[in-house]
């Protein structure tokens, strides 16, 4: 125990990870912990209060586990394997209705929300990337650029620890599965790949390894059910933020006319390839910047930005667009609130959380919303 420690109660788990605490009214934040949690914290010199190390559990939680990982304590990669994985769900659930809340200013009961968990909390992930110094291989610390040598990683499929095992360390990596076979991609940057073909119910995607995927190779096709339930059927349908195609290809067979824009020339080229691949002539392919779209009027509208979500142009040109039904999905809970927030025409009809990222404090969302 040192001198300057402070014992801190941990109320919830906030977005990031993070237990949220307070000592003399000031908020802390504490990697970690779970709520109900006493715990002993240290302010780190030169950071302020606000940024804390965790120096002792003094009382834990009912739902605090060993981790499985064996490299959990220093490793920055996961957020809860301090933990069950329903206890997990049950934190996520909370800081996404939350936010929602605080940001949004929109109020979803538990009941209003359904979570598509992952079939496995393990071994899902279909792209690990690994930092090189010298010799050492491995992940960065947490909050640090320090590197945590491993010689494998729960979340990356066994597969490929024999492949991490004897790389040598140069230059840092990433390790990429194809998502239903057995097949490695060692690459240290997009294109040093051939674009590999991936066979889905129905139709044949090609992707270049490096490029944008979902990550959880378990939740692919339950991922593009629910947003194929979502929007529903009819006869036209834009997609903003399309990337290679990962939507557009399933989205094709469930409307007459389809849209597709993207501004990553790459992306556009390998989507096209795809759509003429499995012989389908009914989308149109747009390559320009989706923030700049001007909204013509469709059936529905299906978006998924980046974490920084929608710009404020696009937001009022969707909102004053008309259009009956958008399609929201997002990787970031703070600006689907805030985006949504904007959509002040639009009303919520559904939302699904997808745990795409199990023992992280990241999560995968779809929301439908309906013009009032």
């Given at each position: 125990?040192t ?5 801190v109660?941990i109320?919830?788990v ?12 000031q ?5 970690r912990?779970l ?7 240290i302010?780190?010199?030169?950071r ?7 120096e ?6 009912v ?8 490299f959990y304590?220093?490793c ?5 394997r301090?933990?069950d ?13 939350e936010?929602?809340?605080?940001i949004?200013?929109i ?24 930092q090189c110094?010298q010799?050492?291989?491995g ?11 491993v010689?494998d990683?729960l ?9 991490l095992?004897k790389t ?9 599965t ?6 490695a ?7 040093e ?6 066979e ?16 959880n190779?378990?939740?692919l ?13 009819g ?6 933020f ?8 399933p ?9 597709a ?5 790459s992306?556009?080229?390998t ?11 009914s989308v149109?392919v747009?390559e ?19 974490r920084e ?9 969707v909102n004053?667009?008309?259009i009956p ?9 703070a ?10 025409r639009?009303q919520i009809e ?14 995968e969302?779809?929301?439908r919303?309906?013009?009032?």
């Amino acid at each position: 125990m040192t001198n300057n420690s402070k014992i801190v109660n941990i109320e919830k788990v906030v977005q990031g990870g993070k237990g949220l605490g307070r000592i003399d009214g000031q908020v802390v934040f504490v990697d970690r912990v779970l709520p109900g949690e006493e715990v002993r914290i240290i302010p780190q010199p030169g950071r302020g209060v606000l940024n804390v190390k965790l120096e002792e559990i003094l009382i834990p939680s009912v739902a605090r586990v060993k981790s499985d990982c064996p490299f959990y304590s220093r490793c920055g990669g996961c957020d809860f394997r301090h933990t069950d994985y329903e206890t997990e769900l049950e934190i996520k659930t909370g800081i996404f209705r939350e936010t929602l809340q605080r940001i949004g200013k929109i109020e979803i009961s538990p009941d209003d929300m359904s979570v598509i968990p992952s079939p496995d909390r393990n071994r899902y992930r279909i792209r690990t990337h690994f930092q090189c110094e010298q010799t050492r291989k491995g992940f960065f610390v947490k909050g640090s650029h320090d590197i945590v040598p491993v010689d494998d990683c729960l979340l990356m499929p066994v597969h490929l620890t024999p492949i991490l095992q004897k790389t040598r360390c140069r230059n840092s990596f990433y390790l990429e599965t194809h998502p239903f076979r057995e097949i490695a991609y060692r690459y240290r940057k997009a294109g040093e790949v051939e674009p590999v073909k991936i066979e889905f119910d129905g139709y044949t995607m090609l992707h270049q390894p490096g490029s944008f995927f979902q990550a959880n190779r378990f939740l692919l096709q339950k991922f593009i059910e629910t947003v194929l339930d979502f929007a529903g059927k009819g006869n036209t349908a834009w997609e903003l933020f399309a990337g290679s195609g990962f939507l557009t290809l399933p989205l094709a067979r469930q409307f007459l006319t389809l849209s597709a824009m993207e501004w990553s020339h790459s992306a556009v080229i390998t989507m096209k390839k795809s759509l003429s691949l499995n012989d389908i002539s009914s989308v149109s392919v747009v390559e320009g910047d989706c923030n700049r779209w001007t909204p013509v009027p469709c059936d529905v509208l299906v978006l998924d930005p980046p974490r920084e979500g929608m710009a404020s142009e696009l937001a009022k040109g969707v909102n004053d667009s008309g259009i009956p039904r958008i399609v929201y999905v997002s990787c970031d809970a703070a600006t689907l609130a805030r985006d949504i927030r904007r959509l002040e025409r639009y009303q919520i009809e559904r939302v699904v959380l997808i745990d795409m990222f199990p023992g992280t404090a990241h999560f995968e969302t779809m929301v439908r919303l309906f013009l009032k």
